[in-house]
């Protein structure tokens, strides 16, 4: 596609349920991110993929948090048993090789927890 | 204290006047130093990315990077009321890592 697609692009659960959020990188594209945006805030970062495997996954929060990208293009951030905390952009982003220093992002997730 | 500090603004300005932005930064590994534009309620968009020291110049954008100092700097010349957005500066080790974002400037230009 012509850009990074996030799907859905508001999504609203109760305290305690399970979300996926999913990210469609520009085509060709092997590098991809997450990060989380809270209110105010800049970008954090969440996990970043090369390929099909998680190349750096320092940022994830916690355990009920986990990513995936099984065919090298779409990934899902999985969210288990959500909190308020949760609530947030999630916004992903792509980058067209390992060393390439730009990223383009999608217009992000608007997660909000009840 | 944060890695990368970024003043929240807002900044306003006239239409025409040049927008100033700056971030500093504590962690001397980073090399790669970006610039995004953000709208309301949309994804970040880079405008800029320089490696390590100098400068770099696109259209009305100018990108200051001063490694000695650790201070990074975005300059907008005639500046006009589609520039009130906000601005993030974002910064890297390498090539393809992680970023790391300041918190964000916001800016408006008044007609």
């Known amino acids: 596609g012509a850009g990074v697609s996030q799907t859905p692009s508001n999504k609203v659960t109760e305290k305690g349920k399970y979300v996926e959020l999913r990210c469609d990188p520009i085509s060709g594209h092997t590098a991809l991110y997450w990060y989380r945006q809270s209110l105010g805030q800049g970008p954090e970062f969440l996990i970043y993929?090369?390929?099909?495997?998680?190349?750096?996954d320092s940022g994830l929060p916690n355990d009920r948090f986990f990513a995936v990208r099984p065919e090298g293009s779409v990934s899902t951030l999985k969210i288990q048993r959500t909190e308020r905390g949760d609530s947030a952009v999630y916004l992903c982003a792509s980058s067209s090789r390992r060393d390439d220093a730009e990223a383009f992002f999608g217009q992000g997730t608007r997660l909000t927890v009840v | 204290q944060k890695e990368v500090e970024q003043d929240p603004g807002p900044l306003s300005v006239p239409e025409g006047a040049i927008v100033s932005l700056n971030c500093t930064y504590s962690n001397s590994a980073f090399q790669y130093f970006m610039w995004y534009r953000q709208y309301s309620r949309k994804g970040p968009e880079l405008l800029m990315y320089?490696?390590?020291?100098g400068n770099k110049e696109d259209g009305r954008f100018t990108a200051q990077v001063d490694k000695s100092s650790k201070y990074i700097s975005l300059f907008i010349r005639d500046s006009q009321p589609s520039d009130s957005a906000t601005y993030l500066c974002?910064?890297?080790?390498?090539?393809?890592?992680?970023?790391?974002f300041g918190g964000g400037t916001r800016v408006l230009v008044k007609p």
């Open positions: 320089t490696y390590s020291s």
């Open positions: 993929f090369q390929g099909t495997g998680a190349a750096d």
């Open positions: 974002a910064m890297s080790k390498a090539a393809g890592n992680k970023l790391t």
